[in-house]
């Protein structure tokens, strides 16, 4: 799937004020990331890592990924890992079976970004 397409696809996950009309969910296993309402769709380009298995085999290699879901406050989270600080970002990843990375926090402004293509909508 495009970047395009999957850029429209995330559009029809928003409400009226840009947030998420669905809960999100890991895209491996059932563990809810946020609830609905929680988080503001933005586009932004950011180099992430390529989602793996904690000895996945992709872990130098990254992807531009444009759309993310911005989360204010980490306490905002129903259930996320966060990684070691590697420069100045910490990698955010799966609570329950720790595949990501899904997105990032970035330690300087507090913020985290879920990229809407990493994860499953209920």
């Known amino acids: 799937m495009s970047t ?3 850029a429209d696809i995330t559009e029809l996950k928003k409400n009226a004020e840009g947030k998420n009309k669905d809960k ?3 895209m491996f296993c059932s563990s809810k990331m946020l609830n609905a309402g929680a988080a503001r769709l933005i586009n932004m380009d950011f180099a992430l ?3 793996h298995s904690k ?3 992709k ?3 990254s992807e531009t990924i444009s759309a993310y879901w911005l989360i204010e406050d980490m306490y905002t ?3 996320i ?3 070691h600080t590697v420069d100045n970002v910490k990698y955010l990843a799966c609570a ?3 595949r990501g990375p899904v997105g990032w926090h970035d330690l300087s402004s507090k913020k985290s970004y879920i990229a809407s293509c990493r994860v499953k909508y209920e």
Do not use: L, T, W
Request: hydrophobic share 30%.
């Open 59 to 61: 872990a130098n290699q």
């Open 24 to 26: 999100i969910y890991c």
């Open 55 to 57: 000895a996945g085999d």
């Open 96 to 98: 329950d079976c720790e």
């Open 49 to 51: 890592p390529h989602i």
């Open 4 to 6: 395009r397409a999957r």
């Open 81 to 83: 890992g966060v990684s």
């Open 77 to 79: 989270f129903e259930n």
